[in-house]
């Protein structure tokens, strides 16, 4: 079971970033990818999520003009398309796998018992 989480760095505001998540060894099912945040000094936010076995995507309002999610089944990856990125976006970017619904990732939070956690990467909005 692994997670991988690739494509950050620094971006002036207004600029875009395209973040990826590598997984694999999951058990397809009904498997959820979702993409939380943790801005510096917050807790941990989830902020968009996506069904492997129907492309079914949830965003956060706070995300959901900006950011876009997709997937590329044959090489096992979840994309989180970042647009008209705001200083406010600053934070370390977590992808992570659950069988838990969507609705219930991003409400909570957090991952049901059998969510797995990738490393993090960092998205820095500045000029």
Not at 2 to 17: D, K, M
Not at 36 to 60: N, S, Y
Not at 78 to 98: H, I, K, R, W
Request: include cysteine; aromatic fraction near 8%.
């Amino acid at each position: 079971v692994q997670l991988q989480a690739s494509g950050g760095g620094l971006v002036e505001p207004g600029g875009s970033l395209r973040l990826s998540c590598e997984h694999s060894g999951f058990p397809l099912g009904s498997l959820a990818i979702s993409w939380f945040r943790q801005k510096p000094g917050k807790e941990r936010e989830g902020i968009a999520c996506i069904v492997l076995t129907d492309g079914m995507t949830l965003h956060k309002d706070s995300v959901k003009d900006r950011f876009t999610l997709s997937r590329d089944d044959v090489k096992n990856v979840v994309y989180l398309q970042m647009n008209s990125l705001e200083p406010e976006d600053t934070g370390v970017y977590f992808c992570a796998a659950d069988l838990s619904a969507c609705a219930v990732t991003l409400a909570a939070n957090q991952l049901g018992p059998f969510g797995s956690w990738g490393k993090g990467t960092l998205v820095t909005v500045s000029s």
